[in-house]
């Protein structure tokens, strides 16, 4: 589960013809607010001799409310919609990343330095000292975003190609924020050992292994092994980027209630990748007691053989301070299970597990949803920190000073900062990168 994702709204463009007179857009937009949506820019397109066209973004949360709208708009007089445009889609429409060349290639005296014959002396300079791969090549900026499709966003199992337009904005992300190269991998296997074996075979084209929406139990054997396995970082986001802004969350929601976080019991309902990399980090950060409770019974082993405690929803809601929960299931905590004084997150998108004013009404100290704690706040610095100092792991060091930066970094009332925050991800790798020199996981150049 990936806390960052959630359906939201669906944003609309109507391309509408109307009658020049005055009162024809008035119509228009008392048609569209008493359908329930909310309206968004409005712009003048092109002007006629008794027309304008205007182009108009409405908010809209179902297919069938955009279509009653349009039924509601065609029966207007002096109003005739040209064309429905989906911004969504239209902004994926030849897909969101691209491989470029960093140089200009204006003349053929750069290319014969390039390409060949010029780049046969660098190839002999790599074969004799492997290190000057992390000087001459792209390597050590380039990171896969591996994917297996079984676990994308809220919809589940929809196959990796599926999914390829979701390792395209994480890949976007990377370019932007941190000025990473994400490459996305997709595989089409659900047997950890193919998907172990493909990444090992890839691993020296990459500085570091992203993976991302593969589901549980399977991503915990892949990312373990392959941890021990390579010499670059490797980090399941679903799990430890959640975890981190999660934690950074908890820093800042104990802050506003006054709970002290180290000494608190924390509840975690649902222990799939999302809930197990919270609980992970959570008793690294020094949590000393953790209660988590799941629909299967192995997942409460998992949690057990970390140092947490296992135990029914009833045990968490009634003996945790903090209470996180990452089931995806709506309405699972009901008011009548809230204690007061308890911090609640219920992080499921788009619907939690309990709304957040039902949470203080029923006696929360503090209560949010997951709208606000968003992945991408953490793993862009995150990896962007590793690859620096080509640290060997990302350790849960590392992802604490991650935590507090973003904790940090967060305005007045906020949770968590915008993901947008200037200087955050920059922050967020110097202190990746100072973790990861102080815990001596950085691998030596030869």
Known sequence: ??????????????????????????????????????????????????????????????????????????????????????????????????????????????????????????????????????????????????????????????????????????????????????????????????????????????????????????????????????????????????????????LNATRFSGVMLSKSAIGVIGLGAAGMGISKLLLSYGVKQVIGTDLLPEAGDRLAACGGIAGSLDDVMAKSNIVIATTGCPGLIKPSMVNKGQVILALSNPNPEIAPEDAMAAGAAFAADGKSVNNALGFPGIFRGALNVRAKYINNKMKIAAAKVIAAKAEEGELVPSLLHPGLHQEVAEAVERAALESGVIKPWE
């Open 1 to 250: 589960m990936e806390i960052e994702k959630g359906a939201g709204k669906i944003a609309k463009t109507l391309r509408v013809m109307l009658l020049d007179k005055p009162g024809y857009l008035g119509k228009l937009t008392s048609a569209i607010g008493m359908s329930g949506s909310n309206i968004g820019d409005i712009r003048l397109v092109r002007m006629g001799m008794n027309h304008n066209v205007r182009e108009m973004t409405i908010y809209v949360d179902t297919d069938e409310q955009m279509e009653g709208i349009l039924d509601n708009l065609a029966k207007l007089d002096g109003v005739i919609v040209e064309d429905v445009i989906d911004l969504v889609h239209q902004l994926h429409e030849g897909g969101k990343i691209a491989m470029k060349s960093t140089l200009p290639l204006d003349s053929i005296g750069v290319v014969r330095k390039i390409y060949t014959p010029g780049v046969a002396s660098i190839c002999r300079d790599i074969q004799k000292q492997p290190d000057l791969a992390y000087k001459y090549t792209a390597i050590p900026n380039q990171v896969a975003i591996v994917t297996n499709g079984t676990a994308i966003l809220g919809l589940g199992d929809i196959g990796e190609v599926a999914g390829m337009p979701v390792m395209e904005g994480k890949a976007a992300l990377f370019d932007c924020l941190v000025g990473v190269s994400g490459i996305p991998i997709l595989i089409p296997s659900k047997d950890p050992k193919v998907i172990i074996e493909t990444v090992r075979n890839i691993a020296p084209t990459f500085g570091a292994i992203k993976l991302e929406d593969i589901a549980a139990p399977e991503c915990f054997e892949i990312e373990d092994v392959l941890d021990c396995m390579l010499d670059i970082p490797v980090m399941h986001d679903d799990q430890h980027g959640t975890a981190v802004v999660v934690l950074a969350a908890l």
